[in-house]
């Protein structure tokens, strides 16, 4: 158990689908980021939310979507997805966003775009 | 370019040998951290590294941080199959924002 759950673990969607990544975290954090992680690339960080307030958006295309209701629930809505966003998708959330704190990361979501 | 090179990629090795990855950068860290990541599972925290020079032991592992926190290392004594995974180095990107970047990893396999 790492205090981080995501669901679902894995999902396979048409290009045309809509679906939403979620991920819940269970301590007590204030910061929640989502992650890419292709193979035999680094991880590549997507959004980040600080207090509910979205703090970075790194150059992610619309077709992703992001969602935090509160500190402790985050959502990835994806639509209109190509093939190569086929990747694990990470949760992590800190007690804060700031220096040196060390991510707790979910078990991520296996996405793959047909 | 990759602000942090990994290197090797990949290392496969028996049971009982002994190994060294290593993480290196052009820029300086504040500081720098080493995750496990096991197959069908999230980045896990084993370390982080703060000082220049510094070095830290966590069982079989030894983690070192180069004197000009540029570089680090993680030495695996007596490797065993449950260190079997994917070993990723981060840091707060030398940009700012607060942003932890990673390098992309060396995938460790231990044969029994």
């Known amino acids: 158990e790492t205090g981080v759950t995501q669901t679902p673990r894995h999902l396979v969607m048409g290009m045309t689908n809509k679906k939403s990544l979620k991920c819940e975290q269970h301590?007590?954090?204030?910061?929640m980021y989502w992650y890419k992680q292709s193979a035999k690339k680094p991880l590549e960080l997507m959004f980040v939310?600080?207090?509910?307030?979205?703090?970075e958006n790194n150059s992610v295309p619309s077709r992703f979507s992001p969602e935090c209701p509160n500190s402790s629930h985050l959502f990835l809505h994806l639509h209109t997805l190509q093939p190569e966003d086929s990747a694990l998708y990470l949760c992590?959330?800190?007690?804060?966003?700031?220096?040196?704190?060390?991510?707790?990361f979910g078990n991520g979501t296996r996405l793959t775009v047909t | 370019t990759q602000l942090l090179e990994q290197s090797p990629q990949f290392l496969s090795i028996q049971e009982g040998e002994n190994l060294t990855v290593y993480c290196n950068s052009s820029s300086v860290f504040s500081s720098l951290q080493w995750y496990r990541q096991e197959p069908g599972e999230g980045p896990v925290l084993l370390v982080t590294?703060?000082?220049?020079?510094e070095v830290k032991k966590l069982k079989r592992l030894t983690f070192q941080f180069g004197d000009a926190r540029k570089d680090s290392s993680l030495h695996i004594t007596a490797a065993q199959p449950g260190d079997t995974g994917l070993y990723l180095c981060?840091?707060?990107?030398?940009?700012?924002?607060?942003?932890?970047?990673f390098g992309a990893g060396t995938r460790l396999f231990v044969k029994a």
């Open positions: 992590a959330s800190t007690p804060m966003e700031g220096v040196g704190s060390p991510l707790h």
């Open positions: 981060a840091g707060e990107s030398p940009t700012g924002g607060f942003k932890t970047i």
């Open positions: 301590l007590g954090h204030n910061a």
């Open positions: 590294v703060v000082t220049g020079g």
């Open positions: 939310y600080n207090f509910k307030e979205q703090t």
